[in-house]
């Protein structure tokens, strides 16, 4: 199949997080709410009810695109998209046909060490549709979906595989959530995709026939579908047989796509300018105000944990692709960096890459349920650092604040784990020790030196383990220093 190369263009759909609607002042918070409690006359489509603009969902959906480097026009307009279905009471959605909120951006990413650039065709904004479930042989329909805020962002059909197709939406999930857009959660359904794919000869300049493929409920799933019509368009192609233009749908249980439909065309829609809107203007003021809201993106603060923290590209890449962890982070470095023991970035980073995410994964947590302040890491951290507990010692207290939510010196102090590095401490235990050994002690000053070993072990067994070995090494030749 190498011969072959892939054109896929991904049409993403993000639910907006915002509170109401986008049309009207119905919560468009809906997850697990009874079915058809969260509607009015408007997401219900009755008769004479006119449509409101939810202002956050036309910020959102600007900032998105500025976010992909797009142009934000200064007019665009809403247009009603006709077509008849049960999850649809109006008998057309509002959306935005040739005048969206955000056109010609780009996304650019790093995958399989290459440098990608993918282009941003358009991001509108439109409404999501009603939702049919069945209960036994009953079909039922549930509005509370009906007029959700429904961002579609569509990409050029730049992307030449799978796995680069995975990686765009990798990437463009975290932006939407740095920015707070959507949840970008993929099985709540708040972010779906659908693919054009079309395959032709390497080099060939002219597009193939697209094929649209939907039902993809994973990025796996995305990966899998591609690969698939990759290899069936191929195969097609190489018989000398055409393609056909055709909605295909993803089957996961069978892993391979199915046709559904040809494919609809724009005209099928019949679009035209929605009347009980005006147009929107978008005055360049309010598109500078929407810019300074937006934070920093993850691929910058990637570049930045790099450069100012010492991190590897790859430590740095799994700190910053949630920006909760992120911020939980540069908190604890802040704090490191004052005090008695300085704490360097590279350390925080070990803990929280290895530790903290292993009990996060354990326990299937997100970072906002995690229970112990940055402060309190750092703080263990330190004790580990002044020798006052064992590296191991420290991922105990860790578990136990993770489960707890206990400051690391109460747990120490409670577990009795605190290392005796205490000089005076441990001062009388060696003295006791080098008495009752006169022998190693004998064997240590005529330049044996092993002795010494067995002498340490006398000193930790002393001290049920609690001493910090190398202190008690230390104090031990200075001790026998002493005695020569
Ligand atoms: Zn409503």
């Known amino acids: 199949m190498a011969e072959y190369e892939a054109a896929i263009g991904l049409e993403v759909h993000a639910q907006l997080l915002t509170k109401s609607k986008m049309f009207c002042s119905c919560s468009a918070d809906y997850a697990g709410a009874e079915p058809n409690t969260r509607v009015c006359p408007v997401c219900l489509g009755m008769p004479g009810m006119l449509p409101v603009i939810n202002r956050k969902a036309v910020e959102f959906t600007i900032m998105t695109g500025m976010a992909l480097h797009c142009q934000i026009p200064a007019h665009t307009k809403w247009d009603r998209k006709n077509y008849p279905y049960p999850d649809l009471p109006k008998g057309y959605q509002i959306s935005q046909y040739d005048l969206p909120l955000a056109i010609n951006g780009y996304l650019a990413f790093d995958v399989e060490g290459e440098r990608k650039r993918v282009g941003i065709r358009r991001v509108h904004l439109e409404e999501d549709t009603g939702r049919l479930y069945h209960v036994e042989e009953a079909s039922l329909v549930d509005f509370n979906r009906s007029g959700v805020p429904l961002m579609e962002i569509v990409s ?4 030449r595989s799978p796995e680069e197709a ?18 970008a959660d993929m099985e709540a359904g708040a972010f779906r995709c659908d693919a054009n794919i079309s395959v032709r000869r390497q080099g060939e300049e002219v597009l193939g026939v697209p094929v649209e493929v ?7 799933a995305v990966k899998l579908a591609l690969e698939y019509e990759l290899v069936r368009q191929s195969v097609l192609l190489t018989r000398g047989e055409p393609i056909e233009r055709e909605t295909r749908g993803w089957v996961s249980s069978e892993n391979r796509t199915v046709s559904q439909r040809s494919k609809e065309e724009a005209h099928d829609y019949r679009y035209f300018p929605e009347p009980d809107l005006p147009p929107l203007e978008v005055a360049p003021a309010w598109v500078a105000e929407i810019g300074e809201r937006i934070p920093e993106l993850p691929e910058a603060k990637r570049q930045r944990f790099v450069r100012d923290y010492e991190l590897s590209a790859y430590d740095a890449g799994v700190l910053t692709a949630d920006r909760d962890i992120a911020g939980f982070y540069e908190q604890a470095v802040e704090i490191g960096t004052v005090g008695e023991t300085e704490i360097t970035p590279k350390v925080i980073s070990n803990w ?22 940055p402060t309190a890491l750092v703080g263990l951290i330190r004790l580990v650092q002044q020798g006052l507990i064992n590296a191991n010692a420290g991922k105990s207290v860790l578990d136990e604040m993770f489960r707890t939510g206990q400051s690391p010196e109460q747990i120490v102090e409670a577990k009795g784990l605190a290392q005796i590095s205490e000089v005076h401490a441990l001062a009388s235990v060696i003295r006791q020790v080098l008495d009752d050994n006169p022998k190693p002690v004998r064997e240590y000053l005529e330049g044996k030196k092993q002795a010494l070993g067995f002498l340490v072990g006398q000193v930790m067994r002393a001290t049920r383990g609690k001493a910090n070995p190398k202190v008690v090494n230390r104090l031990l030749q200075e001790a026998l220093r002493e005695r020569s």
Do not use: C, H, W
């Open 156 to 159: 050029e059909p730049d992307i």
């Open 166 to 183: 995975r990686e765009y939406l990798v990437q463009l999930r975290m932006i939407l959530r740095y920015l707070g857009v959507s949840t």
């Open 214 to 220: 939907k039902n993809m409920n994973s990025f796996r």
């Open 352 to 373: 929280v890459t290895g530790e903290l995410f292993r009990l996060m994964k354990e326990e299937n947590a997100g970072i906002e349920s995690v229970n112990f302040s």
